[in-house]
């Protein structure tokens, strides 16, 4: 019983590797770590190990990618702006950017900006998305004074 997905690295020692499938969200740890990464996005294909199949292996590999965060001194663009402007406090609004990835915006109370920010670079779910989109890194953007924030996802 093999699985064919795109998984997120979450963690990586010498031994083993944790993956999380960003189809369905299932944890799988392998027995053994091919030499892995944490924030790694792989597409490829799993299967049980050992006789008692509770752990499993990378048996196919097809894409390997580092994924990366990161908070920049950059303002929201117009268009995030606008989108923030259409939506109450704390509503998200996703748009496909052109090409690869998507673009997040969320309204938060200006004085939570900040934590709202921390928020997004620290959640695994973040990085999960990205590697589901097919994209290497996340900019955060934000606008205290507006309470906005953007989260592009970016090849």
């Known amino acids: 019983m093999t699985t064919?997905?795109?998984?997120?690295?979450?963690?990586?020692?010498?031994?083993?590797?944790?993956?999380h499938d960003?189809?369905?969200?299932?944890i799988h740890t392998l027995a053994e770590n091919?030499?892995?990464d944490a924030?790694?996005?792989?597409?490829g294909t799993i299967a049980p190990a050992g006789p008692m199949e509770l752990a499993w292996e990378l048996v196919e590999m097809d894409a390997r990618r580092s994924l990366a965060?990161?908070?920049?001194?950059?303002?929201?663009?117009?268009?995030?702006?606008?989108?923030?402007?259409?939506?109450?406090?704390?509503e998200l609004t996703t748009r496909e950017r052109a090409g690869?990835?998507?673009?997040?915006?969320l309204t938060?109370?200006?004085?939570?900006?900040?934590?709202?920010?921390?928020?997004?670079?620290?959640?695994?779910?973040?990085?999960v998305r990205a590697a589901r989109f097919g994209v290497n890194r996340?900019?955060?953007r934000s606008d205290a004074e507006a309470g906005v924030v953007a989260v592009r996802y970016l090849p």
């Open 138 to 140: 996340v900019e955060v």
């Open 34 to 36: 091919p030499g892995l």
């Open 108 to 127: 938060v109370p200006a004085e939570r900006v900040q934590e709202a920010v921390d928020d997004v670079l620290d959640d695994e779910a973040t990085l």
């Open 100 to 105: 690869i990835g998507e673009i997040h915006v």
């Open 22 to 26: 960003t189809a369905d969200g299932q």
């Open 4 to 19: 064919e997905s795109t998984f997120l690295v979450t963690h990586a020692d010498d031994e083993s590797a944790v993956l």
């Open 69 to 90: 965060t990161e908070h920049s001194e950059e303002p929201p663009t117009s268009q995030e702006h606008e989108l923030a402007d259409a939506q109450e406090e704390g």
């Open 39 to 43: 924030d790694d996005a792989i597409e």
